[in-house]
């Protein structure tokens, strides 16, 4: 949907909205909950167009506005476009997949409560002439394992299937992670106090690079190697420019080719000259060099006095550059463009560089006005590169199919205005996708700026540890201390920490235990160790204006992984075969079962299954478990359910109570 402002004297007022969508008026689905920008300019928003990964058609559109911009009674729209698939063959054919969708689902949920009845001659009426599986075939295999055929060892044998096919991942994803907080004290030098630096990771040698930045006082120029390994600070040089790399600088942007052990290096913050900004600079002051560190051969080579005269970026700040290492390319996008090169826009757009063909292609210009998506050029954002292992296309939570390799840009600073929208570029069709106008509608950070983000391809995950922020309707900023976990699999944010503490002294007390507030710094990931690092950066305003920070953190994240979730279900498995043997009069078994096989799977840190074991054991010790059949089966129901409940959505039967419906 294309909202037109119109001019500003008629301009646009309502602030929230939401958008409804249906073949029906009554039938109608939220496709939208989202908000205006404050200005003239026409903004498109993408509308959630597919449910249980059909496409969603709607005959009906409806706009509800919630809240205004100013407190007038009246909400004012100027016009509005749509725009989507209209082709009447294609729309048939989705309606036909949708109902045989919507008709397949209710079966599942008569089948299901059959079951659950334990009507099995109807149950297997209805599943040989409809033809439709209840659930996954794995699932179908361990009920009949645990009900049918009572073989609990088979039952963990399919478990062990399910754990080596990953079926446990979507379960894992929607979990929280647990953090940890560890100072590096590193033995030896170490780098001074800076913000506006750079940091990389070669994850493959467990090294950390860290270049340049702004002490407070001026530039620096030198270049750090951290080895987490010996846990040692090396300075590979006091100030490259000696060594013909580049020049002491802050707010420049770098990336790591760790295929060939080659470090890229562009753009810098240059205080402008006023008085000449209408002469032709003579200098390279206003010009962007662009570097490369070879690792190997330990020396910088300048592949460009000016990337502008190339037909690459302009002289840019607080930009953002990532690398395709197989394909060899480098994206640039945003910054701030320094006058007075050029002096027409000040923000850069999106570039890439072919590192074979030494080649800059222009992909987007700022609010460029042929693009339905309006990507606005920014600064103190993130972008990063995401490439799924599997080279399997992913979907955003509108629906909308993404290529396996894609560019995410999130947050920054555009004029006066700080930013939380959130957006995908795909590789393949050269467009944009909007996931959200302002992430904090959708349960993630503010609007922010220096927001530092990393990304873990094998989770399929975006981390976020916030800067500079600034709450809803309030202009000024503030220093947040969170950190944030948006998952591309669900689509979810998630806040795994926070503390926004604003006193001096509170920080100086903790100060070797979790960092202070702060903008600036940098972050990056060690993705295979689940480990962030953290160094430097800006305290904020309630320091001296000049004091910059040099505490270097790990953070380090945990989470079930899928051999826990295993131990765990096989836990409750065993737990259930317990009782199956006292039914049976076995008590004596089921003491000996209970000490050796099941006692060695608790997991002493989780209190339910402490308690769920110190329960039976006494139970059993005691003789006071129950011999009421039905109570045995209702738990086995229990059972099954529990264990379900671990497995992705697509494999699962409806989870509806059909009871519930009349």
Not at 170 to 186: A, D, F, G, R, V
Not at 223 to 250: A, C, H, M
Not at 313 to 327: G, K, R, S, W
Request: hydrophobic fraction near 35%; aromatic fraction near 12%; charge should be neutral.
């Amino acid at each position: 949907v294309l909202i037109n402002k119109g001019k500003k004297s008629q301009a646009i007022t309502f602030r929230e909205f939401k958008v409804f969508g249906g073949m029906t008026i009554d039938s109608m689905k939220e496709l939208l909950h989202s908000s205006t920008q404050l200005n003239s300019d026409r903004e498109c928003f993408n509308l959630k167009h597919r449910f249980n990964e059909i496409p969603y058609v709607s005959q009906f559109i409806q706009i509800i506005p919630i809240a205004n911009w100013s407190p007038c009674l009246n909400f004012k729209l100027w016009f509005v476009e749509l725009f989507g698939e209209i082709n009447e063959q294609l729309i048939t054919e989705l309606v036909k997949k949708r109902q045989k969708f919507i008709e397949e689902q209710a079966i599942k949920l008569c089948l299901g409560h059959l079951r659950n009845l334990n009507l099995m001659d109807s149950f297997r009426c209805i599943l040989n002439e409809s033809k439709i599986n209840l659930e996954d075939p794995i699932l179908t295999q361990l009920y009949k394992a645990i009900f049918e055929k009572k073989d609990f060892d088979n039952a963990e044998v399919i478990l062990d299937k399910a754990c080596e096919l990953n079926l446990f991942d979507e379960y894992i994803q929607n979990l929280n992670y647990t953090i940890k907080w560890s100072k590096i004290q590193s033995t030896g030098l170490k780098p001074e106090a800076r913000g506006g630096h750079q940091m990389c990771i070669d994850e493959k040698d467990e090294l950390i690079y860290l270049y340049g930045g702004w002490n407070g006082r001026y530039d620096i120029g030198d270049f750090w190697v951290y080895s987490i390994k010996n846990n040692v600070w090396n300075e590979l040089s006091p100030d490259t420019s000696q060594q013909g790399g580049p020049s002491p600088r802050s707010c420049h942007k770098i990336c790591f080719d760790s295929k060939n052990k080659l470090l890229y290096l562009l753009g810098k913050f240059t205080e402008i000259d006023t008085s000449r900004l209408s002469i032709q600079p003579t200098s390279d002051q206003y010009t962007c060099d662009f570097f490369v560190y070879s690792v190997n051969k330990n020396s910088w080579t300048k592949i460009s006095n000016d990337t502008y005269k190339e037909g690459g970026p302009p002289l840019v700040y607080d930009h953002q550059m990532v690398i395709d290492e197989e394909a060899q390319n480098i994206y640039i996008f945003g910054g701030r463009v320094i006058p007075p090169n050029p002096p027409t826009n000040p923000y850069s757009g999106l570039y890439v560089y072919n590192i074979a063909t030494n080649k800059w292609t222009s992909l987007r210009t700022d609010r460029d006005s042929n693009n339905l998506i309006n990507l606005r050029s920014r600064v103190g954002h993130s972008m990063l590169l995401f490439i799924d292992p599997q080279k399997k296309n992913h979907f955003t939570p509108d629906g909308s199919e993404i290529n396996s390799k894609s560019l995410y840009i999130f947050s920054g600073q555009y004029n006066r205005d700080y930013l939380a929208d959130f957006y995908v570029y795909d590789f393949t069709t050269q467009t944009v996708v909007q996931i959200c106008q302002d992430s904090s509608w959708n349960g993630g950070p503010e609007p922010g700026f220096s927001h530092r983000a990393c990304i873990n391809n094998f989770t399929k995950e975006i981390f976020v540890y916030t800067g500079l922020t600034r709450a809803k309707f309030i202009l000024s900023e503030s220093v947040r201390n969170s950190l944030w976990v948006y998952s591309i699999y669900t689509g979810k944010w998630k806040c795994i920490y926070k503390n926004e503490n604003t006193d001096i002294q509170y920080w100086e007390k903790n100060k070797s235990i979790e960092p202070c507030p702060r903008f600036a710094h940098q972050l990056t990931i060690h993705s295979k160790n689940q480990e962030l690092y953290l160094f430097g950066g800006n305290p904020g305003e309630n320091y001296h204006r000049s004091q910059r920070l040099d505490d270097f953190w790990k953070i380090k994240l945990n989470k079930s992984s899928n051999i826990d979730i295993l131990k765990k279900l096989k836990f409750y498995l065993r737990m259930h075969r317990c009782l199956e043997l006292v039914y049976s009069d076995k008590w004596r078994e089921a003491a000996n079962y209970l000490r050796d096989h099941v006692t060695p799977l608790a997991d002493l840190n989780s209190i339910d299954e402490c308690n769920q074991l110190t329960k039976i054991s006494s139970e059993i010790l005691n003789n006071q478990i129950s011999k009421d059949y039905q109570q045995l089966l209702n738990q086995k129901r229990q059972l099954f359910e529990f264990l379900v409940s671990f497995f992705p959505t697509n494999c699962v039967q409806p989870q509806i109570n059909l009871m519930n419906i009349i």
